[in-house]
């Protein structure tokens, strides 16, 4: 049974910088697509990066502020969130996809199998 479980969320003033942890069990993130994605209310989930055997990939959005990154042996992907806007108020999740590569669909949530139950992250101005 694959089980994926954020933490590291929280409530951060902007400019401050938090990370977030997706520890996986019953499913090797070694060789497999993992990505984050984030949910804020009355708004679709969207892809914030994801990071597969192909290299990483990022929304426009966090690009050069979030970095996606991994230890095998402890089997989590992490996701360091630096210079927090108030727009990345979200819920945050993690997402399994197993293949090798991410690839063009990297970022969209259709191409993900598994899910967690998300973390929040709140950042006020």
């Known amino acids: 049974q694959v089980q994926l479980v954020e933490s590291g969320g929280g409530s951060v003033q902007a400019g401050h910088s938090l990370r977030l942890s997706c520890a996986a069990s019953?499913?090797?993130?070694?060789?497999?697509?993992m990505g984050w994605f984030r949910q804020a209310p009355g708004k679709e989930r969207e892809g914030v990066a994801a990071?597969?055997?192909?290299?990483?990939y990022y929304a426009d959005s966090v690009k050069g502020r979030f970095t996606i990154s991994r230890d095998n042996a402890k089997n989590t992907e992490y996701l360091q969130m630096n210079n927090l806007l108030p727009e990345d108020t979200a819920m945050y999740y993690c997402?399994?996809?197993?293949?090798?590569?991410?690839?063009?669909?990297?970022?969209?949530?259709?191409?993900?199998?598994?899910w967690g139950q998300g973390t929040q992250v709140t950042v006020s101005s």
């Open positions: 997402a399994a996809r197993p293949l090798f590569r991410c690839g063009s669909g990297a970022l969209f949530r259709g191409e993900y199998n598994y």
């Open positions: 990071h597969g055997g192909d290299g990483t």
């Open positions: 019953g499913y090797s993130i070694n060789y497999n697509c």
